[in-house]
């Protein structure tokens, strides 16, 4: 009788115990360690920083210093990954900026009104203020400088369905670049530049992105919540930090599954606690039976791939503003999310039937380095099937044919010691 209530597995290389009311399974070394930890247990924290620390958002001083010697010096993997991200025709001295008034993106971008070059200037800022804080040659300086001043001078808002989501890119890339030129030692931003770019992440992009999002997938939620603690930071906003990352503290353990959640995902802001409802939301997906899936898993990699990307940028951030959300059960759950799903894109697992019937679509962008560095190289866990994957993306570039929010993180976040 108990037998006739399990499935018994093995193709994905462990036996897996599946039932059909209470699912289990028993997770491979070394994801058992991932997702068995006192860690799974600590919410994330939600309250502001006592002191603003800048630059502070997603990188730091002391991290592009560092970098910095390590590319004068030739050293791999940050030579070479600079040297890539420098071959982007976004470092070019004369690449024009191309600013809207009014930037109109729908499903896919289509239409697509300044969609496009809204990314694609935003991510040219923030490689011009990598290039000038690792090489400290002005050109740099002035070129970032010169994006942030055109669209700063020119956007008054976005339009359509895909507004939310084309906002909350940009502007993770622009306050990136802003926070790195506002900071950088002789960076030479004006402060009639610096106030109008505050403007404009307050007035242009806060208002779109602070709500949140509770209609679509989550990863609009998760980089929404990225841009707006971005500019709570570049603005020292202590209610905005709050806001934001209480919406975002909710949304991590309803993104990423761990088993000690229960037999169900833990429901996000918009969904009903219902079987029914959470099967629908997790793209049909019926068992919960091992840490690590995602929200996403079943539509896909990619989007998946942005939805951890978010969440390894705000802990980096948060680290940064001097509170380590990678002990907390955010860190258990990136690492088992990245675990699984990187032992399936390298082939050194096969999916499972019990997971989205054995297919997923599409392929992760290179997101893994933060996370890597944060969990594998500075805590020491083991993610052997992470560290594969990773290998083979380096070096880390913006995974898409136009750029999104994710861009070189080899140069700004591999072995990074501290």
């Known amino acids: 009788m108990l037998f ?14 599946i039932s059909l009311c209470n699912a289990f399974t028993v997770l491979p070394e070394p994801n058992r360690q991932l997702a ?16 603003w620390v800048h630059p502070g958002v997603f990188v730091n001083a002391k991290q592009l210093d560092f970098v910095s010697e390590k590319v004068a010096r030739s050293a791999e993997p940050w030579s070479n990954a600079f040297s890539s991200m420098m071959n982007y025709n976004y470092s070019s001295p004369s690449r024009t900026a191309v600013p809207y008034k009014t930037v109109e993106c729908g499903p896919t971008s289509t ?27 002005r050109k740099y300086a002035e070129k970032a400088i010169y994006y942030m001043d055109a669209w700063s001078s020119t956007i008054q808002g976005h339009s359509n369905s895909n507004s939310p989501l084309q906002a909350a890119w940009s502007a993770a890339n622009w306050v990136r670049a802003g926070e790195l030129m506002r900071y950088a030692p002789g960076g ?16 242009v992009y806060l208002s779109i992105v602070l709500p949140g999002d509770t209609a679509n997938n989550g990863n609009w939620d998760l980089v929404m919540m990225e841009s707006s603690l971005g500019i ?20 991590v353990p309803a993104y990423i599954y761990l088993t000690s959640d229960g037999p169900y995902p833990v429901p996000g802001r918009g969904v009903k606690d219902t079987p029914a409802a959470l099967i629908k939301y997790w793209q049909g997906q019926q068992y919960f039976n091992i840490s690590g899936i995602t929200q ?12 951890i990307s978010s969440i390894s940028h705000i802990a980096e951030t948060s680290r940064i503003q001097g509170e380590d959300l990678w002990l907390t059960n955010l860190g258990v759950r990136v690492a088992a999310a990245l675990e ?14 019990f997971i989205c019937g054995g297919h997923i679509e599409r392929s992760m962008d290179p997101v893994l380095e933060p996370s890597y560095n944060a969990l594998a190289y500075r805590m020491h866990k083991r ?18 044919p136009e750029p999104l929010f994710i861009g070189f993180e080899t140069v700004t976040n591999a072995k990074i010691p501290f």
């Open 4 to 17: 006739s209530k399990f499935m018994l597995y093995s193709k994905f290389g462990i036996l897996a115990a």
């Open 36 to 51: 068995s930890t006192a860690a799974s247990f600590i919410p994330i924290p939600t309250h502001a920083p006592k002191r």
């Open 111 to 137: 239409p697509n009104i300044g969609c496009y070059q809204e990314r694609e200037d935003s991510m040219a800022a923030y490689i011009n203020s990598l290039a000038y804080w690792i090489t400290k040659e």
């Open 188 to 203: 030479g931003w004006s402060r009639k530049g610096i106030q109008k770019f505050e403007n404009m992440l307050t007035e």
């Open 232 to 251: 709570a930071v570049f603005t020292e906003n202590k209610t905005t930090y709050e806001d934001a990352m209480s919406k975002f503290a909710g949304r």
């Open 296 to 307: 996403e898993t079943c539509r896909d990699y990619a989007h998946t791939s942005y939805g």
């Open 340 to 353: 699984l799903h990187a032992s399936f894109e390298t082939g050194q697992e096969p999916i499972p039937d």
């Open 383 to 400: 993610m052997p099937y992470t560290l594969r994957f990773l290998m083979q993306q380096r070096p880390a570039e913006i995974g898409e």
